[in-house]
């Protein structure tokens, strides 16, 4: 099973905000997933990003590989920093 750390969309119609989970990657976008990590509401000025970095770090010291997006949101909360820096020794 390959895991990716990804975004689901949740909310009304036109007005979208995302959980940030750990799902299978064959499952669908908003399908089943194996652990919610965070949040992600690009609606608010500024946006919203709430991130448990330990989960994320978990998940990517285990091998998920994240998206595009979810990575750039992980560097912005500061998990990806603190496992290439872990990864590194």
């Known amino acids: 099973m390959t895991v990716k ?23 669908s976008r908003d399908g089943r997933f194996i652990e919610i ?3 992600y509401n690009p609606r608010t ?5 709430t991130i448990d970095n330990e989960k994320a770090i978990k998940w990517l010291q285990q091998g998920a590989q994240p998206t595009e997006r979810v990575r750039k949101l992980l560097e912005i909360s500061g998990a990806w920093a603190e496992f290439t820096a872990s990864k590194a020794k």
């Open 37 to 39: 990590l965070g949040q």
């Open 45 to 49: 000025e500024p946006s919203t990003l």
């Open 5 to 27: 750390l990804r975004l689901t969309r949740v909310g009304k119609k036109k007005q979208p905000h995302y959980r940030v989970v750990a799902a299978d990657s064959h499952r």
